[in-house]
């Protein structure tokens, strides 16, 4: 890939961009949102989220439509196999996934949910992102009804493709976790889980193979044979698959001289959360949608 291009605007003061007038946050939060009543079964929540793209989507009773959960691809991720949430298809429903996936999504989304209102602003919605290490806010009303979420792409999007003379070493990760490629995918998931990571470069030989992310696995756990081999019971094999083999897409990268508003340019174009950071042919880093937002406020 060419990390090099032309930008048609110049440098820009990232703090001018982060407002804090009150009631701003609905200027860059998607408003056209999908959320699911707590009784949608499980099965149904990895449907919505892989047919939308989603990495999460706000719970909100049906009636009311006020917020009451939310569900994150991870979520998915531990329960089909990762982590605590687990604990459901062994203890209640003695290992029968295919029983265990009809349950209640709110059995398994996360109840406490971090929210904010119309009335905050851009800056209160960047603060409690970095403070609560989480990726995407709904938004509420007075009455708790769920008018829209924020979330790190709407941020990444404010700062694509402008000049803000802030290299991307400055801020990307140096100390990479990489797995390789031949282990196993429930190997890989029991990290994603124990870390709370959403994504893992694969690496062998010194050389970037590709990314897998939590919802690469919830699309792999969660259609087709694969999943039809977890309704049975069968599930070692679905577990012991290389994770090479979960790498869907090629390798969007760039080096850590470029531009934060460039790099985020090339997360929007390719529809990333990530980019890997490749000096001389070796990875020194990994820039993130969050690294982008900590930008913001530095």
Sequence with gaps: MDSTGVMDRGPVDFKSRVS?????????????????PPTTNIMGAVKTMLKYGFRRVPIADAGTNRLVGIITSLDIVDFLGGGLRHNIVKNRYKGNLAAAINEDVREIMKKDVVSLGVNDNISSAIKTMIEKNIGGIPIVDDDNVVVGIVSERDFVRTVADITTSKPVNKYMSDKVVTASPDISVGEATRTMIEKGFRRIPIVKEDVLLGIVTASDVMRYLGSGEIFQ???????????????????????VWTNSGIDIGEAAALMLKNKVGALPIIDDGELCGILTERDIIKALVD
């Design 20 to 36: 804090n007038n009150q009631g701003d946050i609905l200027a860059i939060a998607s408003k056209n949102i999908v959320t699911l």
């Design 229 to 251: 081999k977890l309704m049975t019971g069968d599930v070692s094999d679905a577990f012991q698959v290389p994770l090479k083999s979960l790498i869907l897409r090629d390798i």
